[in-house]
């Protein structure tokens, strides 16, 4: 395993309040969430990146994406996204509204260290921390037909999104302010 720090595009995601509702509920959401991204890693590897690095891990409700730098950001930020919207619609059709899956996402890319189970850099660092953004936590609490929100690093949205590639000219973000922990950055908020 190479210990030096590589370029990934990091992607956190997390579960919408995968606490409450008993463990049946839980249960439900963690297995949902494994299916979800089973296809969304999958999307990878049958892409045009299928030689592309692509690692996962799983932490309970929450989980980090580190994806190689053969995959373009735009393709992450759009592409990708896609394949997210569609898994979610496909574990979400046949549950009653309790049991919907919800996610938080969070988007950053910069050097990381993969040491499996271990991943580290600040682009990880960061993507923690946004995905706990409380402007991100209003905008999945206030809007409860969505079923993910998107919040990318400043520097994502600079390098990546700005560029406008697949599409991304197309789609809607907003600056927020992110406070957490320790953590002062800004960010943007992806509203349509």
């Not at 509920?25 to 990878?44: E, F, K, N, P, Y």
């Not at 053969?70 to 574990?91: F, N």
């Not at 991943?119 to 993910?148: H, K």
């Amino acid at each position: 395993m190479n210990l030096l720090a590589l370029e990934r595009t990091v992607v956190r995601v997390d579960v919408v309040d995968s606490s409450s509702g008993g463990v049946t509920r839980q249960r439900h959401l963690d297995r949902a969430l494994g299916t979800v991204l089973d296809q969304v890693v999958d999307s990878v590897r049958h892409s045009r990146y299928a030689d592309a690095e692509c690692f996962r891990r799983d932490d309970g409700d929450s989980a980090t994406l580190l994806v190689g730098a053969q995959v373009p950001g735009a393709w992450i930020a759009s592409d990708l996204m896609r394949e997210l919207t569609i898994a979610l619609h496909d574990v979400n059709r046949p549950v009653h509204d309790d049991y919907r899956l919800r996610l938080r996402i969070a988007v950053d890319h910069g050097p990381t260290v993969m040491d499996p189970p271990h991943v580290n850099g600040e682009a990880v660092v960061t993507a923690a921390r946004l995905v706990d953004a409380p402007a991100l936590r209003r905008f999945v609490a206030d809007e409860r037909d969505v079923d993910f929100g998107l919040i990318v690093s400043d520097r994502f949205h600079r390098d990546v999104v700005l560029a406008g590639e697949r599409g991304l000219g197309l789609v809607r973000f907003e600056p927020v302010e992110v406070v957490v922990k320790d953590f002062r950055q800004p960010a943007w908020l992806q509203v349509g």
